[in-house]
C-alpha cells in the first residue's frame, strides 16, 4: 500500500495507485472542500458505491459529512473539526469518565450502522451487522458540534460480526499509545463490550 502525496499551490493530492484498477482513487484537498476522483476508469464504481453508502448510512441516523457525486467527482466540504482518534487520545488523560462515555456512545453508532442479526450462538457477543462498515471508525471521523461525524466509508462487510469493527475501533485508539494502556488498560474495553474472542484477527492483519 502505497500513498504518493504532492502540493500544488494551495492543494494535496494524494493518489494511491496500489490498489488495483478497481479500486485506485486519488483525494485532492482543497482549502474549503474535498475531491475524490478514480485513477482510472474501472473505478468509477468504487464512487457509486461511497456515495451509496454515505446515503446508507445518513438514512440510519449516523451524522454524516454531506458529499455529492456528479461528473464522475465525488465533493464533500473541507471539515475544520477535531478527528476523533485526536479526541480519543485527548480526552483519555484529561478524563476517563467522559473517555468511556464517549467510546459507549461510538460503539452504539456500530450498532446503529445496520440491522443486527444473531449468529450461531444467539448471544450478545455473536451480534452480527447486516453490512459491517470497516471504515467506521475515528480514523475517518471528525468531532463537529459534539457529533461523530463520518466520511469515506469505502468499505462495507456482508455479515460481519461487529465485534470485527469494535475492535478495529479500539486498536486504532491505542496503537502507538503506550501511555494510554497504563491509564487504561485496553482489555477494560474489550471485556465491556464483549470482543476480546476477535483481538486475534487484528493481529493477523500485521
Same mark, same amino acid.
Not at 51 to 79: C, Q, W
Not at 129 to 143: I, K, T
Given at each position: ?95 476517563? #469518565? ?80 503506550? #501511555? ?5 488498560? #485496553? ?6 463490550? #464483549? ?12
Amino acid at each position: 500500500y502505497e500513498i504518493r502525496l504532492s502540493l500544488v499551490g494551495s492543494e494535496m493530492c494524494i493518489r494511491d495507485r496500489d490498489r488495483g484498477v478497481n479500486n485506485a482513487l486519488q483525494t485532492i484537498i482543497y482549502k474549503e472542500r474535498v475531491e475524490k476522483r478514480a485513477v482510472y476508469s474501472e473505478g468509477k464504481r468504487r464512487l457509486l458505491e461511497l456515495m451509496n453508502h454515505n446515503n446508507e448510512l445518513e438514512k440510519r441516523g449516523i451524522h454524516m459529512i454531506p458529499a455529492d457525486l456528479k461528473d464522475d467527482v465525488y465533493r464533500m466540504p473541507y471539515s475544520k473539526g477535531e478527528n476523533a482518534l485526536s479526541f480519543f487520545r485527548r480526552i483519555a488523560f484529561e478524563d476517563k #469518565k467522559s473517555f468511556i462515555e464517549a467510546m459507549d456512545r461510538f460503539y452504539r453508532i456500530i450498532l446503529q450502522s445496520s440491522e443486527i442479526s444473531s449468529g450461531l450462538f444467539e448471544d450478545e457477543e455473536d451480534q452480527i451487522l447486516e453490512r459491517g462498515y470497516y471504515d467506521l471508525v475515528p480514523l475517518n471521523c471528525f468531532v463537529e458540534d459534539g457529533e461523530f461525524t463520518f466520511f469515506d466509508q469505502e468499505f462495507a462487510i456482508e455479515n460481519c460480526p461487529v465485534g470485527v469493527i469494535v475492535t478495529r475501533l479500539i486498536d486504532l485508539v491505542y496503537e502507538g499509545e503506550p #501511555k494510554l494502556e497504563k491509564t487504561i488498560p #485496553k482489555i477494560e474495553l474489550l471485556k465491556r463490550y #464483549k470482543t476480546v474472542s476477535y483481538t486475534h484477527l487484528r493481529a493477523h492483519e500485521t
